[in-house]
């Protein structure tokens, strides 16, 4: 076993002894109509943020062919989703933890493989990933741009769904168009959160908000949350060129401020929600049908 599976089943063990039960997890998906909004920053500097504030989160980074996450935190993976999916490795195996202590899953080819499982592969997966709920609190599920099978998976089994868009109208349009296939297309109703990035001022993100939420409200019926933004950061594009999550290098930094903003709302929001299912029921319902 290689140091890094050592230290995580000390992380799992932990875990079962300081709790005794399974506590309860979360499942955040992030997702956007339009692509290059800075979804993968989000999920890695939110993950980072969300540990500041005192939670426990893993991410998975669910973006097939794109991996991002990986370069984000400057940390190759050495297994990937896949190597699970092989049978051969367990999901603590193919976790890769990073010098900020939160760990993440790379879903290489497995991803793609998951939405075409077999009986016995679907069994892992739901197994593997009910697993999780003994070494973190939160899932972080970062995915690829636009509206595929993947995102669909995890958007029905997420607690709640990140929307990110930047105030630009084809990213505001491209966003509105993906709440609505979900609503009148799916028949899916998830939990949104919208979180405006790469605002140029709080007027600015909650104007985009607004117009977002106004049209979703009156023409699908649908309410969308305010998650807060994330600030235009040179900083952060400076931290992105040196492979180092922002939040990890610096706390003070506009956009670190921004997703720490964000992180902290979406606790307060959480307070107020009630586990419906356990993790394995809602991965066997949602993957398994
Ligand atoms: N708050 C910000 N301030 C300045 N630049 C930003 C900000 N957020 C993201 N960017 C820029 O946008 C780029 C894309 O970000 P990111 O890779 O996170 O987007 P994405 O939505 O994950 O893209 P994809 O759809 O391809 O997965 C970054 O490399 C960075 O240059
Ligand atoms: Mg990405």
């Known amino acids: 076993m290689n140091d ?3 230290h995580l089943r000390a992380m799992v063990e932990n875990r079962q002894n300081i709790t005794g039960s399974i506590r309860p997890f979360k499942i955040i998906t992030v997702t ?3 692509g ?3 979804k993968s920053n989000f999920t890695a500097n939110l993950s980072l943020a969300l540990k500041n504030n005192g939670k426990a989160p893993i991410i998975l980074d669910a973006d097939f062919g794109l991996a991002n996450i990986d370069l984000i935190f400057g940390q190759r993976p050495v297994y990937t989703l896949a190597h699970m999916l092989d049978g051969k490795m367990g ?5 890769t933890q990073t010098q900020y ?4 899953i790379s879903g290489g080819s497995g991803i793609k493989e998951m939405i075409f499982l077999q009986e016995f592969q679907l069994d892992m997966i739901v197994h593997g990933l009910s697993q ?3 070494i973190g609190d939160t899932l972080l599920v970062d995915t690829g741009a636009g509206i595929t099978d993947t995102v669909i998976k995890f958007s029905e089994m997420a607690d709640e769904v990140c929307l990110v868009i930047t105030p630009e109208p084809s990213s505001i349009t491209d966003a509105y168009a993906l ?3 979900f609503i009148k297309e799916l028949n899916l109703r998830p939990n949104f959160l919208v979180v405006v990035n790469r605002a140029d001022s709080r007027e600015e993100a909650e104007s985009a908000y607004r117009k977002i939420a106004a049209a979703s409200k009156s023409f699908l019926g649908k309410e969308l949350h305010y998650g807060g933004y994330i600030p235009f ?3 952060l594009v400076r931290a992105i060129k040196e492979q180092k999550p922002i939040v990890g290098v610096n706390e003070n930094a506009p956009s670190s401020i921004g997703y720490t903003n964000v992180a902290r709302k979406m606790l307060n929001l959480g307070q107020h929600h009630v586990q419906r299912e356990n993790l394995k029921d809602r991965l066997k319902r949602v993957f398994k049908k």
């Open 4 to 6: 890094q599976a050592v």
């Open 32 to 34: 956007s109509g339009k």
């Open 36 to 38: 290059g909004v800075g």
């Open 91 to 95: 999901i603590k195996d193919v976790l």
């Open 101 to 104: 202590g939160v760990p993440f």
């Open 132 to 134: 999780l709920a003994f």
């Open 179 to 181: 709440v609505k296939t």
């Open 233 to 235: 950061d040179n900083l």
